[in-house]
């Protein structure tokens, strides 16, 4: 699970997103390659592979909505040194829900400092992510469609979720499913 909680700049962003853009991003840099190496290195002969909440890429995706054009030419130099000593995905899963629904999830969450999420700063994230799907081509890329289902709390949706994702053998390259 990505670990956000003890991000101290986290609620300072969502307070004032001109001023703490750049040293949330570069937090959330450190702290996610810190994590996916520690897990990746895991030295354990009983795991034979590694499902994480995000992918790495998550972080350029959200530095490109977040930041200025220099800090972001900035952030991607050192995000490229980070990210050419990581694997590849096997499989890259995104569940996508609409922004009305993810503003519904995100109030049910009840975190303070996330309040004041706009449709607008979602619908930026969103189109990041397609376009960052649209050129990546290197792995698979499945795309579910979740915004009708409640994986969550409903087990026959948790199940069919499961089962698009671990019943086919993906290509490279982009693929959409809706439950």
Do not use: W
């Amino acid at each position: 699970m990505e670990q956000f909680h003890d991000n101290p700049f986290l609620p300072k962003f969502y307070d004032d997103q001109e001023r703490y853009a750049f040293p949330l991003e570069l937090s959330f840099l450190a702290a996610r390659y810190k994590q996916l190496n520690r897990e990746i290195s895991s030295t354990d002969l009983f795991k034979s592979f590694t499902i994480a909440d995000y992918y790495f890429v998550k972080s350029l995706v959200f530095a490109r909505s977040t930041l200025h054009e220099d800090e972001f030419n900035l952030y991607r130099q050192l995000f490229q040194i980070i990210y050419q000593q990581l694997p590849f995905p096997n499989l890259y899963v995104y569940l996508h829900a609409n922004p009305d629904r993810l503003l519904r999830n995100i109030a049910a969450r009840g975190r303070d400092y996330e309040k004041n999420i706009s449709l607008e700063y979602l619908l930026q994230i969103q189109k990041s992510y397609f376009e960052y799907f649209k050129s990546e081509n290197r792995f698979p890329i499945l795309v579910v469609e979740t915004s009708d289902i409640d994986f969550v709390n409903n087990n026959q949706d948790y199940s069919h979720l499961i089962e698009v994702i671990f019943s086919k053998n993906y290509q490279k390259g982009l693929h959409k499913v809706i439950i």
